[in-house]
Structures are given as structure tokens and as C-alpha cells.
């Protein structure tokens, strides 16, 4: 138990070496197909990996700029229904003060008018600063992870005698972490692309940053889209009216079914099956440890850890814990 508290204690404090290295480390799983492509076109290594991570660089430059202009559109919208949240915290207020309850902060005009807004505005804006400075470290750790990857079996096969064996298991481990990875960002982005379509079919406001919202939160199985649906519907509500929330409501939950129930497995071949209580603890333990980006980056973490452990002999059952229904035919001990 003390072994475990200082490992703990270990992992909380090195948060700022430990993500960047996680982040880049994902980064160049998911360029594991170009770099699998231009490897078998007999490209140099090195070539390879600069190709890989000028990509990565065009690829993360766009989601920052999406992200940036979703986050700027948020300030011409909060002024324009700043009557609308005024009347809506106006009715909380009459409807408590109705039940009995006395002196309570109302919580909508406070927190999205006037100076608070500008506030909330500047901790987004610290917010991404913060990440684009850990950007640099992100992309060095992907390059030389991509350098290391290209020369990776030339160094197992000579400190290994049976190299062959460990490069079977490795391989296996690898190809589901990468797979898994890359399978899991383009459903991500189709989500957030039909979300983005249908938002604008529907006119409503500020669709670039609910499809950005869902696109990030279709990571989370299970709980990702309805937590994405909330600000969706909410936003709809306000700027088109009840109708428009419905349908949004409607259309989250056709995306939810085609991308996480029909697309996703099968591309996969199977389904990760992480069980909700899984997801939530690891939510929770890895947001205490690393903030919101540990949040973000649980589920992939825990995903990748039960991919090991079923790759990894007499720890399979361990994996099985985590599933959502694990198969219990296989006899103890396989």
C-alpha cells in the first residue's frame, strides 16, 4: 500500500513531463499508417518520420485553428441572449424563492454576463496557450518516437534470443493499440462532422464548437455523446426554440448509434467493451491526476492497458474485469 501511495504521489507530481510524452506518444500511433505505407515503399527511415510529423503538424494546426474560431464565436453569442439569461435566471430565482429558499446565488447571469464572461474567456484563452506550449515537446516526442519505431526491431533482434516470440506478441499489442487509436479519431471526427451538418441544417448557433465538444467528448464511450448533447440541446433551445432542441436531441442519438454501434465495431472488428463503471472511475482517477487533460486521455489509456493485458499471458483475466460482458466460456486460467 505504501508502494502504491508513493507511485501515485510520483505520477500526480510529474503530470507536466508525463502528458506531453502520453499526447505525442498517441500522436505517432496515429501516424502508424502513413508510416507503415511509406516504410514498404522502401523510403529511408528518417524520411519517414519527417513526413509523418509534417503531417501530424498540419493535422494539429487545423484542429487548433477549429478550435480557436469555435472559442471566438462563443463571445458574439453570450451578448446577444443576454436577456433571454437574465429572464431564465430571474424564473429560478422566483421559482426558489417560491419553495422557501432564501439568499442563493442564481447561476446563470452571474456566471455568463459582463465581466464574468470575459473572465471565462481569458481562462480558455490561458487554457490553450498552456497546451500550445507543450505542443513543441508533444511533436519531439512524436518524431523520435517515429525515428525509434523505424529501428525498433533491428534492436530487439540483438540483445534477444528469441526474438521472434517476443516480436509476435509486440507486434500483436502494437497493430490493436494502433488500430484502436486511429479507428477511434476518425469516428471521433465523423461524429463531430454530421454533428457540425445537422447543426447547420438546423441553424443553429455556434455549431462549429458543439461538433468540436463532440468530437472530444466521443472518446468517453457510453456517456460522451449525452454529456456533448446537453450544451447542443441547450444552445438550440435558446436560439431556435423546442422543436429545434428535439430534433438536435433526435439527430445526437442517431450519431451516437451509427458511429459508436454500427461504424465503429465495424472497423474494428470488435469493440473495446470497457464497462461504464470502468470508464467512469478511470474518468475520475486520471482527471484527480493529470486535471482535464487526464480526463480526456483516461479512456484511451485504460483502453490501451486492457489491450496489453489481453495480449499478455495469465494476465487476460484482468482484461476480462474491465469488459462490459466479459466471455465466460474460456475455461479458468486462458
Not at 462563443?74 to 419553495?99: E, K, M, Q, Y
Not at 459508436?260 to 469493440?271: D, F, S
Not at 470508464?279 to 482535464?292: C, I, K, N, Q, R
Not at 486521455?297 to 462490459?324: D, F, H, Q, S, Y
Request: glycine letters at 8%; proline letters at 5%; a neutral charge.
Amino acid at each position: 500500500m505504501a508502494s502504491i501511495v508513493i507511485i501515485l504521489a510520483g505520477l500526480k507530481l510529474a503530470r507536466d513531463l508525463l502528458v506531453p510524452v502520453l499526447l505525442g506518444m498517441m500522436v505517432a500511433a496515429s501516424s502508424s499508417p502513413v508510416v507503415t505505407f511509406l516504410l514498404r515503399k522502401r523510403f529511408p527511415p528518417i524520411l519517414v518520420a519527417i513526413v509523418a510529423l509534417a503531417l501530424d503538424i498540419v493535422v494539429l494546426g487545423a484542429l487548433g485553428v477549429l478550435f480557436a474560431t469555435a472559442a471566438s464565436d462563443v463571445s458574439a453569442f453570450l451578448p446577444r441572449h443576454a436577456a433571454s439569461f437574465a429572464n431564465a435566471d430571474a424564473s429560478i430565482g422566483a421559482w426558489l424563492t417560491h419553495h422557501g429558499i432564501h439568499e442563493m446565488t442564481h447561476p446563470l447571469a452571474p456566471l455568463l454576463a459582463g465581466e464574468r464572461v470575459n473572465q471565462t474567456l481569458a481562462g480558455a484563452a490561458d487554457t490553450f496557450a498552456t497546451v500550445s506550449s507543450g505542443l513543441a515537446v508533444i511533436l519531439l516526442v512524436a518524431f523520435f518516437t517515429l525515428c525509434e519505431v523505424t529501428i525498433l526491431g533491428d534492436k530487439l533482434r540483438a540483445f534477444l534470443s528469441n526474438a521472434d516470440a517476443h516480436f509476435a506478441r509486440l507486434d500483436r499489442i502494437i497493430h490493436d493499440v494502433q488500430r484502436y487509436l486511429v479507428v477511434k479519431i476518425l469516428v471521433s471526427f465523423t461524429a463531430g462532422v454530421l454533428a457540425y451538418i445537422v447543426l447547420k441544417l438546423l441553424h443553429v448557433e455556434l455549431a462549429l464548437l458543439l461538433a468540436c465538444v463532440l468530437f472530444v467528448l466521443h472518446f468517453i464511450p457510453a456517456v460522451g455523446v449525452p454529456l456533448a448533447m446537453v450544451p447542443a440541446v441547450g444552445v438550440a433551445l435558446l436560439s431556435r426554440g423546442p422543436g429545434t432542441g428535439i430534433a438536435v436531441a433526435v439527430s445526437y442519438e442517431v450519431i451516437a448509434v451509427l458511429c459508436g454501434n454500427i461504424l465503429e465495431p465495424r472497423l474494428l472488428g470488435r469493440t473495446i467493451g470497457l464497462s461504464p463503471l470502468t470508464v467512469l472511475l478511470s474518468m475520475l482517477f486520471w482527471g484527480w491526476m493529470w486535471g482535464p487533460l487526464g480526463a480526456i486521455l483516461a479512456v484511451p489509456l485504460t483502453a490501451v492497458t486492457k489491450i496489453v493485458l489481453e495480449n499478455a499471458k495469465g494476465l487476460e483475466w484482468w482484461a476480462r474485469l474491465l469488459e462490459t460482458s466479459p466471455d465466460l466460456e474460456h475455461p479458468k486460467g486462458q
